[in-house]
DNA sequence: GCTGGAATGTTCATGCGGTCAACATCGGGC
DNA sequence: GCCCGATGTTGACCGCATGAACATTCCAGC
């Protein structure tokens, strides 16, 4: 393996990640389009048709930056339900956990849009990539959704339709969040942001109580 | 002008709207990302440089795109609305409406999620595509926007915060819109998928009467 | 140690998209 | 009738994804 003295010449030693790592960067400053083979490879000095020793492709490399963002997303909001005061009703513990949750969401998304873009857009095809006609995997476990349905469900004593209300919260804060960060409400002053991003949580709180 | 007997040779006669019908097309085919100028031109049978003669470039053809989605978009939910039976309770009609104007929107984007996806996506750069460096010109009014916030105007009582109202309502059914379409809950069964709908649904309702 | 296959990179070539500059054609006003 | 501006066309350039053929390196097995 390549030592400290730098021994990595033609073959790199670590390649894959270092593509991830570049490509994520990519996607942090511009979201999931801006993810690009060329440029990845680019910026670990490799030549393009070398991603293709460690990744099926674009596609691929794509939707592994996908699984970092969504991680980080899912840390995200546990930091920010962490730094939430507890409280005796645990009804109200998990109105509060919620509500934080949801903060964290839309607190990460406009805080890494590209990111956040990432984690949730289709995989585009780019301009010279064939229409994909593999069958899409079936999605892995979405740590984020998860957090959300668990606190519901936690709120829930009646037990039914859990799983769609929390859909019904995630559907809240992603619409939320790509309407801030790509939709029309982008340019939006962070004061009137705010003011939205709360009226959006008690909509979700109250929709979680009425139940 | 070319008449019936088809004059148009060299000279199209309705280049521009032949090109956006074609785009429109596209979009409802697969999404603004298909939206590509080269084959709009070549289905208008007219060589890809023509359309410069009538758009900036693809940038201005997808926005326009866009315009005509979201048009369409705003008639399917006053038409779903307009189905709707009213009510005595001026407030219960209020609500119904706006139940059924949501239902409409989501229901346009499942049944049409190219269109959708154009309507509401940001417009991103295609490979080969300059990174724009003209400001964004401000959002014209969004019907399907407006005609959320009118419904939860008339649903209110104290005149608080309403635009932020409409904003969230807009959230949750923007949000459900694309976890449908694009995100982890496409493939979910209709069955399944209408209970997301309805209680979704049902969250919107509860929280603007919670207001 | 030495060596040959497997890994890992490189070069070259193809095809698709966006866009520009230079040239061609048409239609209508004068 | 003629000329100009509007409208199309050609040809070229650049970036991207991707595949085939070739080069280099590493390491397992001797």
New interface residues.
Partial sequence: MPGISGGKNYHHGDLRNALIGAAVDLASEG?P?RV?LREAARRVGVSPTAAYRHFDGRGELLRTVRGHARARLAEAMERAAAREPGADDPALAAERRLAALCRGYVGFAVDHPGLYRAA???V?????EPPAGAPVPP?PE?RA?TLLRETLEALDRSGG?RS??G?????????????LL????RRLPAR?RD??V???L???V??????
């Fill in positions: 979201g389009e690009v949730f857009g289709t585009r095809p780019a301009a010279g999605e979405i959704f339709r769609a209300a859909a019904a919260a995630w559907s809240a804060v992603h619409g939320l969040s790509l309407l790509e939709g029309p409400l009137r003011d939205v709360e009226t959006t008690a909509m979700v109250s929709g979680a109580r009425a139940r």
